[in-house]
């Protein structure tokens, strides 16, 4: 048996019940087969590859609040700080009802390679909690933030562990979390990223892993002779990821069919309106049943259907798994040209594997979803100086990043025979910075 295979069968029968964190590591190790072949010898004595699926620390504690009326609610939080080789912990905290220990992983496996792609000195560490926010007060919401950070404090700081947002996590609860942190360590530092702007926050973060996602999907289409503008996108999703890629597609001349959220989708032929969209999610936190009070020409179908408009770039940018094998075969039906995940691995194995086998071009989470922590990188940085850079500054270096991690990806799939192959390259290209680090740090 190979030793790909063996780690995986490892990871397999050590972590029961963890589909997603058995996926992840399925994935990226299945496209780093040629580089561990190549020093199989190397990678078993220094057991790098049981270093590199096993994290470096795993953190579950219980999290007590009371609602508002007078109720005592306890959730589950979580942190896993997976690997430090390149820099200090980084990665967002997600709060919805599906998080479990197994996501977390998931997302923080991912997150390792994800940040080594940016060139930015940042390890892989992700966490959360099983509180959904959706439906709470402001005063609940602050209440449960003020009693996970009470715990997570302790092991996280600003050359320790940097968390960020994530799904369920925007600026309302950074700040809450933001200020307990202050309140119990008494230290006003950059320990927490997509901060406000009055308390350190980056401009252009809010934006970033939309634009990001596009500027990456810009550059690879490029590379392959083709030009964006004049193009055609569905969107999955309606929150952050997905309305500041909505946003940056329109101003790249693409014109964007569809979003969703997790009640329905809507269809808007005439493009989708931005300003409604926000109005929507960011102003009332509604459904998007509303979004036909804004557009009455667009449509609106409960359920999932976002993958099976006639479109020449698919952007799924709401959750994991969600662009399923049915859905592949759909989009390539109707001509589909590309495909660019603005979500972590929202695309199934098979999903991914059938995309790739027709031709599409393909850009994988950790790459085209990079923006978001490649900004959290540079307000730590702007926190660091105590400057505060202007919008245009932080855009170009976000999209000096995206253009290098999709050119280092694609050099990546080039040298080990697999042109065109961005999953296997981003992995690849993520995985050797990695590795160089762990190696030359010793048995750590």
Known sequence: MSYVDEIIEAVVAKNPSEPEFHQAVKEVLNSLRPVVDANEEKFRREALLERLVEPERQIKFRVPWVDDK????????????FNSAIGPYKGGLRLHPSVNLGIIKFLGFEQIFKNSLTGLPIGGGKGGSDFDPKGKSDREVMAFCQSFMTELCKYIGENTDVPAGDIGTGAREIGYLYGQY?????????????????????????????????????????????DIAGKTAAVSGSGNVAIYAIQKAQQLGVKVLTCSDSNGWVYDPEGIDVAALKEIKEV???????????????????????????????LPCATQNELHLEDAKALVANGVTAVAE???????????????????????????????????????????????????????????????ICHNMADAAERYGFAKNYVAGANI????????AMLAQGVV
């Open 429 to 436: 290209a993520g995985f050797e910075k990695v590795v160089d």
């Open 70 to 81: 007078g109720q005592v609610q306890v959730n589950t939080g979580y942190r896993v700080q």
């Open 342 to 404: 603005g979500a972590n691995m929202p695309t199934t194995l098979e999903a991914t594997e059938y995309l790739q086998e027709q031709g599409i071009l393909f850009a994988p989470g950790k790459a085209a979803n990079a923006g978001g922590v490649a900004t959290s990188a540079l307000e730590m940085s702007q926190n660091s100086e105590r400057l505060s850079w202007t919008f245009d500054e932080v855009d170009a270096k976000l999209q000096g990043i995206m253009v290098n």
């Open 182 to 226: 202050k309140r119990l360590t008494g230290l006003y530092e950059g320990v927490l990223t997509g901060k406000g702007l009055s308390y350190g926050g980056s401009l252009a973060r809010t934006e970033a892993t939309g634009y990001g996602l596009l500027y990456l999907t810009q550059e690879m289409l490029k590379m392959n002779g083709i």
């Open 284 to 314: 009332k936190r509604a459904r998007l049943t509303e979004y036909r009070n804004y557009r009455p020409n667009s449509e609106y179908h409960e359920g999932r259907g976002v993958w099976s408009v006639k479109v020449d770039l698919a």
